[in-house]
């Protein structure tokens, strides 16, 4: 329905300030504050009413009162029933009563007061904040002064006063009254247990007290917040008078100066900002994560940094969202790329039935093979219709999904005499034969978040489909050009080869990739360690650190500046060891890193667990089985690497280049690698142990070859690092796990495949993470919150619902079924209004952003790639055992565990989009990578036993 009054954003304001909440994110709230007030009441409030109440009646029936409650009330509201007592013992069974009766108060106060935020904040979208927020602001408002800060006032009064002053001369009436009665009496003998029990009951007194007392101090320390005068955001810089308050009529009227103002004023803020949030970070974690750096001063510039989050963030104050509309966006962008990939596939489908000709009687097996190979390489490098958008056929786009197609798994693939019949001149049937309509029915029931459709190779011949199912080619569905994409073409395919475990190169490279995946991950050192191992891996190192202590310390093989010993004493308490730098007292780094790789003590070279700004640690091993040196560089752990990370910016390779001896012409790659590469190189060329160790005359392994190896930023360091070092070790190899995407140039990203092999796990997102496909990625994110219809419970419902269900055939894979869904969730892509405050916001801040692309065309329009020869391992099913459905649920479905992979060989710009998928980020992590990986090399017959054996030694020396 179109409405004619305008559309505001959604964040609340309260008592005047800017929320980070909107009026649809309090329905959570709401359900958590009643679940909580319900506690309160029966858990704690009902107890101490029923201890109060029964005491009462025990200490009535001592005045022998044949009504014994009015003599307790009028005890309680100061008559002279024990004239014994003190005459403020009434005091606390009265102030008692009060606090009860006025807890029950709040707490239901509370509960309908939470009940009617929960049904005002559930009308309307994202964008219909005027529904909603003009109430809410007033609910939310008196609920917090009157329940929160009034109501706990007085009840704590009426809580802490008794408790504090009165309850001594109390019990001493009680004393009093019970003088010397027989103890046998059975009212005796409950006051007994009264006594011996009151202090249970004041443990749930105490804990109501404390609950209230800290709902309190949180809600005046938030009013105070919220009360502090916010500040006028100027667009200026400190010293120009050019100043205005931005406004959406300041933007139509000042123009391009205007803008120059505002993009130097926003590098500005989060220049300030992320040296406020690496402060806070660094302190608040112990310097766990690192940051000393960042705290000291030591990192003076955060230029470059500001000004990548700039280009990306700057919305000139215009585009008023809040974090829960970032999160609704990612779902429903979930889904609608899964309808973009369900709708290519139910194209290829019907293609493939059109494209057969099942009545030919010269149809061999051979030919069926080779017409679905024929049917990839014409889908090769052309669009592939999407109904996407296109509701008034019934279809909008949703998340990706793609089909696996396993020969091994399909009907009468065993049974040769049926398919020698039906496929070897026989007369066929008009309808397809069950093995080709098995493939077809298989298009439209895809695992989940994949890009990737395997079909039989077209070598396959009838003993190789029915021995070696695996032989297969593949179908990758990659994003189009902009210049080529529409509503209708959204992707293209390209043919891809899958890697074959009966193909001795592909084993040799999976069997490396995995052995060498395993270095990457020793080097990320204790805290990976402990993550993966919380239980026994602190015992462990420590158990490790005290054998240390018992052994004579280790002097440097190859270079004597590291010693700062002196002697061969055993060290507890030094934190260098040998040829270690940089690690703790207690050795954590080094046996974390030993205990990774499965090394001996003496296959250790040299390890630098030093992290600055532009410095990554690294390790230098010997590989007995493998008969290789290698180099792990670690990744992005520390808050100084986060911000390397975000050194987006290119940087020249010319003068590099010039000075190790390759072609840096014309050539970039994200300016951090560079500065950590740059800072590797001296300390490699200062101790020169690689020399040492592999060409130096009398070098220890002359016939070992070198190997380069890292995860995420230091996967892509050590690519430039193999650039740099070819030269010298002609015969190296990189293999780097989950590099970033935005990370080289295509030239220098392609012309290193014969040297560098790159493995990416699924819908892992740092390979596919550039300038360009993060601004896809939130262009995508604002259009579709302007498309939802429905609050944002009902978003998250469809989302909790979709990862429940379980199983590789779902109702949901259905185009149609998910299509139906998903209108129900969204406005067609037609009809949302244009006319909307937020329309108009949107249109705002492309303007800004087109502005600020336009100022710096020349860094931004240098696209960047992943590097090497790039194999992805690919979801073709899933295990269902306890541990795996157990991981799922408690990682609410967004671990990877339990998922079964096979190796596809795939381009470089196969990685042009981000795959929206609840493992997208437990897809990088290192373990989850190596395991994968481990695994897959097991299936292709490889030995991936951690450590070398003494038989690799001796081979290795001799």
């Not at 699924?762 to 390979?767: G, T």
Request: glycine share 6%.
């Amino acid at each position: 329905i179109q409405r004619d009054n305008s559309f505001i954003m959604p964040s609340l304001h309260l008592f005047g300030r800017r929320s980070v909440f909107a009026g649809d994110d309090l329905q959570p709230a709401a359900i958590l504050n009643v679940f909580m007030r319900t506690l309160q009441l029966f858990v704690l409030l009902v107890p101490i009413a029923y201890h109060a109440s029964h005491e009462a009646h025990i200490i009535t029936h001592f005045q022998g009162d044949e009504e014994a409650s009015a003599s307790f009330f009028r005890y309680i509201f100061g008559g002279d029933l024990y004239k014994e007592c003190d005459e403020t013992s009434h005091y606390f069974p009265l102030l008692l009563y009060l606090y009860l009766i006025a807890t029950l108060g709040q707490l239901s106060l509370s509960v309908i007061t939470e009940y009617v935020i929960y049904r005002i904040s559930s009308v309307g979208a994202p964008i219909e904040d005027d529904l909603r927020s003009p109430i809410l602001q007033k609910i939310v408002e008196k609920k917090w002064i009157w329940t929160s800060i009034v109501g706990n006032m007085i009840v704590l009064t009426f809580g802490l006063t008794p408790l504090l002053n009165y309850k001594d001369v109390y019990y001493e009436c009680h004393d009093i009254i019970i003088g010397d009665r027989d103890e046998n009496d059975e009212i005796s003998k409950d006051y007994l247990e009264i006594l011996l029990g009151k202090r249970v009951w004041w443990i749930f007194w105490i804990v109501l007290l404390t609950s209230q007392g800290i709902e309190l101090v949180f809600s005046l320390a938030a009013l105070g917040r919220f009360l502090q005068k916010e500040k006028a955001i100027q667009f200026i810089g400190q010293n120009n008078n050019y100043g205005t308050n931005w406004t959406e009529e300041d933007y139509s009227i000042h123009g391009p100066r205007y803008h120059q103002h505002h993009h130097e004023l926003a590098e500005e803020m989060w220049d300030t900002r992320c040296r406020n949030f690496c402060k806070c970070a660094a302190s608040s974690t112990c310097y766990l994560f690192g940051g000393r750096d960042l705290v000291d001063g030591v990192v003076g510039d955060y230029g470059q940094v500001s000004r990548a989050l700039a280009d990306y963030f700057e919305d000139g104050g215009v585009l008023d969202l809040v974090p829960s509309d970032i999160a609704a966006g990612f779902i429903m962008l979930q889904r609608i790329q899964r309808q973009r990939v369900l709708d290519v596939r139910r194209n290829i489908a019907e293609d493939m039935k059109k494209e057969y000709d099942f009545n030919r009687s010269e149809s061999s097996r051979s030919s069926v093979s080779h017409n679905m190979h024929s049917f990839g390489d014409s889908r090769s490098d052309r669009m592939i219709s999407s109904a996407i958008d296109h509701f008034e056929e019934g279809t909008i786009g949703t998340a990706g999904v793609s089909n696996i197609l396993m020969p091994g798994k399909l009907p009468h693939d065993n049974d040769t005499d049926y398919l020698n019949e039906m496929l070897a001149g026989g007369s066929l049937s008009i309808h397809p034969p069950p093995i080709v309509d098995d493939m077809l029915t298989s298009v439209l029931q895809p695992l989940p978040y994949s890009r990737m459709l395997l079909f039989p190779h077209a070598d396959s011949n009838t003993a190789q489909l029915a021995s070696s199912p695996h032989r297969t080619s593949a179908l990758m569905l990659r994003r189009a050009p902009d210049e080529e994409r529409d509503s209708e073409h959204w992707y293209e395919a390209q043919e891809r080869k899958v890697l074959d475990k009966d193909d001795e190169a592909d084993r040799h490279l999976i069997a490396e990739g995995a052995r060498y995946a395993r270095h990457s991950l020793s080097i990320y050192t204790w805290l990976l360690y402990f993550y993966m191992q919380p239980v026994g891996s602190m015992p462990y190192l420590l158990y490790c650190r005290l054998s240390e202590c018992c052994r004579p310390k280790r002097r440097p093989r190859f270079f004597n500046d590291l010693d700062t010993s002196g002697d061969n004493r055993s060290s507890c308490c030094s934190e260098d060891h040998g040829d270690t730098i940089g690690d703790n007292c207690l050795h954590l780094h080094r046996n974390a890193l030993m205990a990774h790789s499965g090394l001996e003590d003496t296959d250790l070279i040299y390890a630098n667990f030093i992290n600055k700004y532009n410095q990554m640690p690294y390790c230098i091993v010997v590989d007995h089985k493998w008969h290789s040196v290698v180099i792990s560089i670690r990744g992005t752990l520390s808050l100084e690497d986060c911000l390397v990370d975000v050194l987006v910016d290119p940087e020249g390779l010319e003068g590099l280049g010039q000075q190790y001896g390759f072609d840096g012409q014309g050539q970039y790659c994200h300016s951090g690698v560079l500065a950590c590469v740059q800072a590797l190189m001296k300390d490699l060329e200062r101790h020169r142990i690689l020399e040492s160790l592999l060409s130096d005359v009398g070098a220890e392994y002359p016939h070992y070859k070198l190997r380069l190896t890292g995860h995420s930023l230091g996967a892509g360091c050590a690519t430039l690092l193999g650039y740099i070092l070819r030269r010298r070790f002609p015969d190296l190899k990189v293999i780097a796990i989950s590099p970033p995407g935005g990370c080289f140039t295509w030239k220098f990203a392609t012309e290193c495949k014969d040297f560098v092999t790159t493995f990416v796990l699924d819908s892992d997102l740092v390979p596919r993470l550039s300038v360009a496909t993060m601004e896809h990625l939130r262009d995508e994110i604002l259009d579709v919150l302007g498309r939802i219809k429905v609050n944002k419970m009902q978003v998250a419902k469809s989302f909790v619902s979709q990862s429940l269900r379980r199983g590789d055939l779902k109702d949901s894979d259905d185009p149609d079924s998910l299509a139906k869904e998903n209108l129900e969730l969204l406005h067609p892509k037609d009809f949302v209004p244009t006319n909307s405050t937020f329309h108009r916001q949107l249109e705002n801040f492309q303007a800004i952003q087109r502005d600020r692309r336009e100022t710096r065309r020349e860094i931004r329009d240098i696209e960047l790639y992943p590097p090497g020869r790039m194999v992805h391992l690919v979801k073709i099913g899933e295990r269902s055992t306890c541990l795996d459905n157990l991981a799922k649920i408690i990682t609410c479905c967004t671990s990877n565990a339990g998922y079964e992979y096979t190796p596809v060989e795939v381009d470089n710009k196969d990685f042009n989009e981000i795959v929206v998928s609840p493992t997208m980020a437990f897809d990088h992590f290192p373990n989850r990578v190596t395991l994968e990986l481990e695994r897959v090399a097991e299936s292709f017959g490889a030995d991936t036993a951690l450590g070398s054996t003494e038989a690799d030694r001796i081979r290795g020396e001799t």
